[in-house]
């Protein structure tokens, strides 16, 4: 599975941010959960969100207190990952990737995720 995370850029701090995350090939992407983790300078990649087979089949790192929102659109083979208000502190790489397997805990850690695609960088202005 080959996956392309776009929408990243430079965002004001309480601006929106959307990103999304393509497949390449529209006959797998429905058998795959897709993940996004996220990268600070220094810091480890954490788990932001993922979304599992089902549409309804999300879930959230608590710690970022629900202000993010993942979402699957199989018509356009993509997950998206969207917030109304960024924080300085949501600066960072973020990636998505793809699992086969699904569940709040399993998809909370990277290492379930063989799949990853190339990051793209979010910077917040405050």
């Known amino acids: 599975v080959q996956l392309q995370a776009s929408g990243g850029g430079l965002v004001q701090a309480g601006g929106r941010l959307r990103l999304s995350c393509a497949a390449s090939?529209?006959?797998?992407?429905?058998?795959?959960?897709i993940g996004w983790f996220r990268q600070a300078p220094g810091r480890e990649r954490e788990f932001v969100a993922a979304?599992?087979?089902?549409?309804?089949?999300?879930y959230y790192n608590d710690l970022l207190k629900g202000r993010f929102t993942i979402s699957r659109d199989s018509a356009e083979n993509t997950v998206a990952l969207q917030t109304s208000s960024v924080l300085p502190e949501d600066t960072g790489v973020y990636y998505c990737?793809?699992?086969?397997?699904?569940?709040?805990?399993?998809?909370?850690?990277?290492?379930?995720?063989?799949?990853w695609g190339q990051g793209t960088q979010v910077t917040v202005s405050s």
């Open positions: 090939s529209s006959l797998t992407f429905k058998r795959w959960a």
């Open positions: 990737a793809a699992t086969s397997g699904a569940g709040p805990i399993y998809s909370s850690n990277r290492g379930n995720y063989p799949y």
């Open positions: 979304i599992g087979f089902s549409p309804v089949d999300s």
